[in-house]
């Protein structure tokens, strides 16, 4: 059986599911990633093109309340707008999975899940990712600042269009000439602050005696 070319991040604390659901996944899907500590998928997230996330909405004994899983929800959807969020709660905590669908959540899943269920509805969210991304990426092409196609600069573009819907400070390296600052105007122009000015100040002009002020 061929497999869909996806990738699929799967983030629950306890073990069991995670081993379960990527068993029940990898028969079917190119990348399975898994991680048991939520905060490390932000970075993954902005190193990998994931198509849809499985989250769980709790990650702490004692804490039933979904809130964790509600903000993680709000980062992955910040982050990387193009990837669906299917949520993994117990039955008791429909209402949370709810008002998940209402922030943006693509669907839910009930613990414990029925394998065909869940492949049909991973299934349907990456063919819903992909047809997002494929639109992103037409709406992106009227606006390159660099001319090229090659994978280098679609990763460029990708990685810079993630990192213009955060706060993140960025650092971009490169050879005199190769474009840094056109790619700075670029994250600028996508990002939350677009409306506001950029201010570009060229250090190796600045004389010793005005670099501070």
Request: glycine residues 6%; proline residues 2%; without cysteine.
């Amino acid at each position: 059986m061929k497999k869909t070319q996806a990738s699929i991040l799967i983030i629950d604390d306890q073990e069991d599911i995670l081993f379960a659901s990527k068993m029940a996944l990898k028969k079917h899907f190119e990348h399975i990633y898994t991680l048991a500590e939520p905060k490390k998928a932000i970075t993954l997230l902005a190193e990998n093109e994931i198509d849809v996330v499985l989250l769980d909405m709790n990650y702490r004994i004692g804490f039933e309340d979904g809130r964790e899983g509600i903000y993680m929800l709000r980062e992955i959807k910040t982050l990387s707008p193009n990837t669906l969020v299917i949520l993994m709660t117990a039955f008791g905590k429909v209402e949370t999975a709810v008002e998940g669908l209402k922030l943006g959540a693509y669907d839910y899943i009930l613990k414990p899940w029925d394998n065909d269920k869940l492949l049909e509805v991973v299934k349907s969210a990456v063919a819903e990712s992909r047809k997002t991304r494929k639109k992103s990426e037409k709406d992106n092409n009227t606006e390159r600042f660099f001319t090229g196609e090659s994978a280098v600069i679609t990763k460029a573009y990708n990685l810079a269009g993630k990192v213009a819907n955060t706060d993140a400070n960025v650092l971009i390296l490169g050879e005199n000439g190769t474009g840094k600052y056109v790619l700075a105007h670029y994250i600028h122009t996508h990002s939350n602050r677009a409306a506001k000015p950029v201010i570009h100040v060229d250090l190796g002009a600045l004389y010793e005696n005005i670099f501070e002020s």
